[in-house]
């Protein structure tokens, strides 16, 4: 777990760097999975770096499936200049590993599971220092949950692909 926070502390504290980002940002989020009805809950954090480049990193709690989870994700974005249009939209594409645990079929299982994601989303600028954003994040995921039930070893594998929907809002620095 320390070889995964320190890079993830590193990135967060380079793009709240003064110099580095042109508008760095802090939100909330909410996602709903339309394959298996899971729902996530975030916080992200980002920076505009150009123009046309940005980058954000998200740390999410979700639930569904008789599982809860925890993860992180890095996301690179292609702004879409709209000069004098408060709407803007991005393309990207993203990464993330996540920690689930529940019960599923009787047993107790935990796991890691890797997911991808491409992203085609807008944003709303309600003013200089507040947006809404939506998006589509087409995508998958793979990894194993394992654990036990009734003194037998149980491991469900976790493959496919994902249709998530998520908003939110951030506050630009």
């Known amino acids: 777990m320390k070889k995964i926070l320190l890079p993830l502390v590193l990135i967060v504290s380079g793009l709240l760097t003064q110099?580095?980002?042109q508008r760095a940002y802090l939100g909330g989020t909410f996602a709903f999975v339309l394959n298996d009805s899971t729902a996530t809950f975030g916080v992200?954090?980002?920076a505009n770096f150009t123009p046309a480049f940005g980058a954000r990193g998200s740390l999410t709690f979700s639930s569904g499936g008789g599982l809860t989870?925890?993860?992180f994700g890095v996301d690179g974005l292609y702004l879409i200049t709209t000069p004098n249009s408060p709407i803007n939209p991005y393309i990207g594409a993203g990464v993330?590993?996540?920690f689930l645990s529940g019960f599923v079929q009787g047993a107790s299982v935990s796991g890691l599971v890797f997911g991808a994601d491409g992203i085609i989303g807008?944003?709303?600028?309600l003013n200089r220092q507040f947006a809404l954003f939506?998006?589509?994040r087409p995508g998958f995921v793979t990894g194993t949950v394992s654990g036990?039930?009734?003194g037998s070893a149980v491991s469900l594998p976790i493959s496919g692909t994902t249709v998530e929907l998520r908003v939110g809002a951030n506050i630009f620095f």
């Open 96 to 98: 993330g590993l996540g």
């Open 134 to 136: 939506a998006e589509a």
């Open 122 to 125: 807008v944003e709303y600028l």
């Open 44 to 46: 992200q954090f980002g």
């Open 148 to 150: 036990t039930a009734g």
């Open 19 to 21: 110099g580095l980002a």
């Open 69 to 71: 989870g925890f993860g």
